[in-house]
Every structure is written in structure tokens, then in C-alpha cells.
């Protein structure tokens, strides 16, 4: 049973940084591609940033490019997300997730986990 568990959200003040882990368990994920979505109260999920898991090729929403970068630790299988320069706007809740190629749409994803609050306050 494949199991991914996030964690490292928080509170924050605007301009800050989080770090977000997310640690993958369950089967290999050599061939994975492993993604980090958001979901803001009252919207939809939307996709943030994607690595693949050799970790040669990262993807990200033009709304975080520039602020946060994904990266992966294979002998960890953990993968993070660096959020620098947060903003009020990117409060949401943020999901850790798994797809088999590389793809900025949700239900091309098939692992999820169970979330991490962030918040961010101006």
C-alpha cells in the first residue's frame, strides 16, 4: 500500500520560508513522478511544482516559480518543498502526490496524502 505523509506546515508571516517533507513509502518510485498540489479554502486543488524521481527534471506553476523549489532525497524517499518569499495567497493546504508521468493535472495523479496546513499571515 503506497503511503505518502507530508508534513513541516505551519504558520508564517508574509516573506517567510517553510520547508515541506513529504515521505513516500509502499512500493519504488524509481519510474514515479512525485508532485506537491494546494488547496485554498473555498477553491480547487491546483498544482504547485513536480519532480521525477531521479530528480533530473522539476516543473513548476508560474504562480511559484521563482519562490519555491521541490527537490528529492532518494535514500530518504522524501521529497521537499522550499517555500521562500510566501504570501498570504499561498495559504492552503498542500498535498503530497504521485503520477507516472510527469503532468500539472490532478487526475493524473493516483497517490495522495492527507495534507499539511500553511498559512500565511500578512
Known amino acids: 500500500q503506497v503511503q505518502l505523509v507530508e508534513s513541516g506546515g505551519g504558520l508564517v508571516q508574509a516573506g517567510g520560508s517553510l520547508r515541506l517533507s513529504c515521505a513516500a513509502s509502499g512500493r519504488t518510485f524509481s519510474n514515479y513522478v512525485l508532485g506537491w498540489f494546494r488547496q485554498a479554502p473555498g477553491k480547487g486543488r491546483e498544482f504547485v511544482a513536480g519532480?521525477?524521481?531521479?530528480?533530473?527534471?522539476?516543473f513548476y506553476a508560474d504562480s511559484v516559480k521563482g519562490r519555491f523549489t521541490i527537490s528529492s532525497d532518494n535514500a530518504k524517499n522524501t521529497v521537499y518543498l522550499q517555500m521562500n518569499t510566501l504570501k498570504p495567497e499561498d495559504t492552503a493546504v498542500y498535498y503530497c502526490?504521485?503520477?507516472?508521468?510527469?503532468?500539472?493535472?490532478?487526475?493524473?495523479?493516483?497517490?495522495w496524502g492527507q495534507g499539511t496546513q500553511v498559512t500565511v499571515s500578512s
Open positions: 502526490t504521485g503520477a507516472t508521468f510527469p503532468s500539472k493535472r490532478e487526475k493524473d495523479y493516483r497517490y
Open positions: 519532480i521525477d524521481w531521479s530528480g533530473a527534471g522539476t
